[in-house]
């Protein structure tokens, strides 16, 4: 028996819409990705705008961009989390501020985070680990304070709820991954959520070469060719091939999600008496999980190796930013390093059953046994 970590799960929708996008030969963005944005917007239920793009990190960029951060400007930023949040603040030019996380549940730290204020301080990006959105609250009143804007990294976080709704529902600019292993995958795929009019039109304007007022024309199936650009653009938009797979996804959204849920129950019924591990300080009712994190005081290392040779594939999220050759910091985040000691994640996705889950906690009680 072989388990793997993460995966994607797709279904017959998926195969039949794409084969339909390569039978009309319109590939590019058009009226399957409208209809992808539209179906996540309704989805979510939310009155932000929702625009398409090519992966989450890109959502990441374009927002920052939205926002006119460059060089000379700073973003503070937890150390834990995927280096594609490093990745698109450099990429403006700002300088990414590495922030210590609680230690109980992987969150950016807001005492840590105002530590590291300074007057080049432009924007926070939070981070919802392990999908929890729960405490987005203080940063959306610590920036508030502090004149800051805020982009929510939600990569993790695709169905997840806050405490007052959808993620994606309220908040500055929330961005969405919608990669191969996310809650729900496009094969690439990302999205911006906001409700600020500029940071529409520029993130629409820039997805597509920065070409003016191009999205509409593209989504009837035309394009611009007289046109006017004044900012900087990329190719960073969705194409009808990603979107197909994506509106496949959204037809069994609730088993996709239900499932990663039903996952992270099971584990937290069986691990919970285990006192060699712990289970992170999460609103678990709330969230549905793209990966499931515990930690491992002692022996981690030593279990991930006796699980892999059971056939369960583990991993560890993540090596903290901060120590990279990249992005070394001056000081040191006890709490983001001793999370990378400890943190061990273990497989979920929807095709994984409470069977499989019951088994990756079998071998590791007998690990410690
Ligand atoms: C996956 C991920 C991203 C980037 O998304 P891509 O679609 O892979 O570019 C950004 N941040 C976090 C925390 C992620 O897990």
Not at 162 to 177: A, E, K, L, R
Not at 246 to 258: H, I, P, S, T, Y
Request: hydrophobic share 35%.
């Amino acid at each position: 028996m072989s388990i793997r970590l993460s995966k994607c799960s797709l279904g017959e929708t998926e195969r039949k819409n794409v084969l339909s996008v390569l039978d009309n030969e319109y590939l590019g963005m058009g009226r399957e990705v409208k209809l992808f944005e539209e179906e996540v917007k309704r989805f979510l239920q939310t009155d932000h705008e929702v625009i398409s793009c090519n992966t989450g990190t890109s959502a990441l960029h374009l927002s920052l961009l939205a926002l006119d951060i460059g060089p000379g400007d700073e973003v503070l930023v937890p150390s834990i989390t995927f280096v594609a949040s490093y990745q698109a603040i450099s990429a403006t030019g700002a300088h990414p501020v590495s922030c210590d996380i609680l230690p109980d549940c992987g969150f950016i730290d807001v005492d840590d985070a105002k530590k590291r204020l300074t007057k080049k301080t432009k924007a926070i990006m939070s981070v919802h680990y392990a999908s929890d959105a729960s405490r987005q609250e203080d940063v959306n009143s610590f920036a508030t304070k502090h004149g800051l804007r805020v982009i929510e990294d939600a990569a993790h976080s695709f169905g997840s709820r806050t405490q007052s709704g959808m993620v994606g529902q309220s908040g500055d600019i929330i961005c969405f991954s919608f990669d191969g292993i996310k809650n729900i995958t496009c094969g690439e795929g990302g999205a911006i959520l906001t409700k600020d009019p500029l940071v529409v039109e520029r993130v629409k304007d820039a997805r597509l070469l920065g070409v003016e007022k191009d999205t509409d024309k593209r989504f009837s199936g035309s394009r611009s060719w007289d046109f006017d650009v004044r900012r900087q653009g990329f190719r960073y938009h969705m194409s009808n091939i990603m979107a197909a797979i994506g509106l496949g996804q959204m037809k069994q959204v609730d088993r996709l999600l239900d499932q990663r849920r039903k996952n992270m129950f099971s584990y937290i019924d069986e691990l919970k008496a285990l006192n060699e591990v712990v289970i992170l300080d999460l609103d678990f009712d709330k969230l549905t999980p793209h990966i499931f994190v515990i930690k491992v005081p002692n022996q981690r290392d030593q279990l991930r190796t006796y699980l892999e040779k059971r056939g369960i594939e583990t991993g560890i999220h993540y090596f903290p930013n901060h120590l990279l050759s990249k992005y070394k910091t001056s000081y040191s985040l006890s709490k983001a390093e001793n999370w990378h000691k400890e943190a061990l994640t273990l497989p979920i996705h929807p095709d994984l059953s409470i069977e499989d889950t019951h088994h990756v906690v079998s071998s590791i009680k007998a690990f410690f046994t």
